[in-house]
């Protein structure tokens, strides 16, 4: 199974902003402070792997946006819905900075993903509800921006599935 990761809004509140190139937090608390809640959901489930789906992989690179992740899930990540090749010049788009994920809401990015790589079994923990289908809104574990995966009925409602999934 895939579970795609939004970063803000879910491992911690969606008030991030970058500072001469750093992610900055502001709000109380700090950075991927719900992330151990989502490495204890997953212990049982070492087959679950993760896509970024988090404009971090963009703003920051792949590498560096996965690499502010626990070890534990960091070793999970197999990709992003984002990909630098998605902004090389090309005749539409000289400059190779604008492109379609930049114009597309995160469930249009998930769901190319899904798409190309025939994707069955899949989850998306986002805030983000923006523009999904109801066929696909099951796939969605939604978090509130303030109170992310930190939220028990999220937890609930993310553990019930990987076990309805997984088993």
């Not at 696909?136 to 109170?147: A, E, F, Y």
């Amino acid at each position: 199974m895939i579970i795609f990761l939004d970063y803000d809004g879910v491992l911690h509140p969606d008030a991030v902003y970058l500072e001469k190139g750093r992610p900055v937090l502001r709000a109380e608390g700090e950075l991927f402070m719900w992330a151990p809640v989502l490495v204890d959901l997953l212990v049982d489930y070492p087959n679950v792997q993760i896509v970024l789906s988090t404009s971090w992989a963009r703003v920051l690179r792949f590498s560096r946006a996965k690499a502010w992740l626990p070890d534990q899930l960091a070793a999970k990540v197999i990709g992003s819905t984002w990909h630098s090749r998605m902004s090389l010049p090309t005749e539409m788009n000289p400059g190779g900075r604008v492109t379609w994920w930049d114009d597309a809401t995160r469930y249009q990015q998930i769901r190319r993903y899904v798409v190309r790589a025939g994707l069955q079994n899949w989850l998306a923990l986002d805030d983000q509800p923006t523009g999904w289908e109801d066929s696909d809104r099951p796939n969605l574990i939604q978090t509130d921006s303030r109170t992310g995966l930190s939220d028990l009925k999220v937890q609930t409602l993310l553990a019930r599935e990987l076990a309805r999934r997984s088993g």
